[in-house]
């Protein structure tokens, strides 16, 4: 009762000080030495120009959070598979009484009205002239231009809040956080080349056009059609590129005709639209669901498609996909996304924030995918040469732990024999530190390149990426036509299909699908066909080369399905019998 009055006095009195809200002490909250290199000061911003501006307050538990998410996402455990409700996530992030009350209140004195923009509450929404602003965070917001793209922005270079709010309020964004002038893009490469109806190789595979039949050689994936309604695929879809019904229909009809008629559902955010006029179909939007259907067999899949008026800022909509599908009681159990940008485009603080958010997710029961980029080791140069950087540049969101990413292979022969791609991102973040469900794997990886390339990346950072599969020369269908694409943008789609398939098998057995898979991957690299040959070159360097076990170009290798779905089966505690000619590769990983 003591420690209740002590916390209701100590509030009075925090209401007292914001009677008049600028008499109270501030501190620099957040600051920045300089601009960033292509940004020019023009001059102070109007006052009466509006400016939305997102708060990020103090979650309840975060640390719970993570521990919540590894008990039910690492095999062993007794929680493994029980996957958290909507509810149960949210009271680990939801701020607590005092959080919100005590920013309200500072808010509501200062004559602000914010808004709730998360499913927990834990970012609110204020839109204030730049006058307020700049006397509520004792800032200085001005007008910056980009001097290549001639973007213009409202920023400032620190701001203060008052003492008081230290520990309840994280940051406000976007303040110090000036915009990337180019948004996140597919991660496609190279462009397509055009090719005559009628070009499905014979069987099994052709290096010159990999098709669904060929996935299905190289992967071991058995006929057996998805039939668990209750199972749902997303794809993500981003910059006004829109995936085509008809071109779908057509790239079924010609190389997975067991599936024609299947369809997508499509669901909007932030101003997003999926028009149908085929000339506007996009090569990613295309790509992404074609594979993720047929390499899924037909599990319910749907287009999510993120407009350009975003609650989360210069995140393009990456948070803003991810509160959507927070919000739902029953989320779909696994996304696939082939868009991203260099890590150190994203400021520390916002990068945890999107990291927690895909914990969430996680926690919930959805596998997050996401490619590797198609840069090598140099990340995405925006137009400049390869070889412009000189330390390894990691991409984003590769570094966050609690998503899975996919880089990229080649076929190198007609039996099914693949290599790294060349192209294929990998390395390690700069933001976060090695998880420790691939702990062993990466050490190992380290050791035995001993010197090589030493000083230009973060040894102890995250290692990515996880998994990977074919990305170069995938065949897909665009405006009517049949076409070939590279990039590691064909890989995530093409796993995240896999792992679909194998939840189906999942619920059929009245079990859990699979949800955050990076433990259960690291516990099972048998279930996986190494990748020894190859490298991801740049930065002036041959990168890092694909060995024997993980490595940071195509990750534990490319999976084996009845492998991987023997594993995912034994995991969940079910017997399962496998066609004759695959029994073997499914004992061997039983046994493992």
Known sequence: MASNLKLLVCFALFLLAFANPMACRTKIHEAIESIPAGYVRVGSALSDTELKLRIALAQRDPEGLIDALYDVSMPGSLSYGKHLSKEEVE?????????????????????????????????????????????????????????????????????????????????????????????????VSTPFALKRRGVNPPAPCSTLAVTPTCVEFLYDIPATKANQSSNKLAVSGFDNLFANRADLQLFLEEFQPKLAGETFSVETIDGGRNSQNRSEAGVEANLDIQYAISTSHGVPATFISVGEENLDGDLSGFLDIINLLLGKSNPPQVLTTSYGDNESETPRPLFAKLCNAYAQLGARGTSILFASGDGGVSGYQHGLPPDSCTDFVPTFPSGCPFVTIVGGTQVVSSNGGETAGGFSSGGFSNYSSRPPYQAAAVESYLFSIGSMNRGLFNASGRGYPDVAAVGINVTIVVNGTVQTINGTSCASPIFAGMVALINDALIAANKSTLGFLNPFLYKHPHAFHDITTGSNPGCNTNGFPALEGWDPVTGLGTPDFVALQAAALKAAGVSYTYPTQMEDTAQNVLSA
């Open 91 to 187: 009271q680990f992030v939801t701020p607590t009484a005092q959080t919100s009350d005590v920013v309200n209140a500072w808010l509501s004195q200062a004559g602000v009205n914010a808004t709730s923009i998360s499913p927990a509450g834990d970012w609110l929404s204020i839109t204030v002239p730049v006058g307020q602003a700049n006397e509520l965070f004792n800032a200085d917001f001005a007008v910056y231009t980009h001097s290549n793209t001639g973007k213009q922005t409202i920023r400032t270079t620190s701001y203060s809040i008052p003492v008081e709010l230290e520990g309840h309020l994280d940051f406000v964004y976007p303040t110090i956080t000036f915009p990337n002038p180019i948004s996140p893009r597919p991660v």
